[in-house]
């Protein structure tokens, strides 16, 4: 699956503390200006954010851009209904 990643200016993502209760999931870092000036230039109301993990185990926002398909658009095939299939052997 090839994805390209859209990070965020003006945002780093840190792994908790090893001394941080089980409640702290992760620290921020916000760099003002620059976090503004990227929020500014995105056009929707909403930016949705994934906090994801690089493959060197560094934390990092990447944006999530995943939009639903449109109505009637469907791609996937139909799903199969269920059959019940059992042994009708019994051992006695």
């Excluded at 200016?9 to 992760?26: M, Q, R, S, T, W």
């Excluded at 560094?58 to 139909?78: C, H, I, L, R, T």
């Excluded at 799903?79 to 051992?91: G, S, V």
């Amino acid at each position: 699956m090839s994805e390209d990643i859209e990070f965020v200016d003006g945002l780093v993502i840190k792994k908790p503390h090893e001394n941080a209760p089980d409640f702290v999931k992760c620290g921020l870092s916000i760099k003002r200006a620059e976090l503004i000036a990227w929020l500014t230039a995105k056009p929707d109301a909403w930016v949705n954010l994934q906090i994801k993990e690089s493959r060197n185990g560094k934390w990092y926002a990447a944006v999530d851009n995943w939009k639903p398909s449109e109505p009637g658009n469907f791609n996937q095939a139909p799903a199969q209904p269920k059959t019940e299939e059992f042994n009708d052997d019994i051992p006695f």
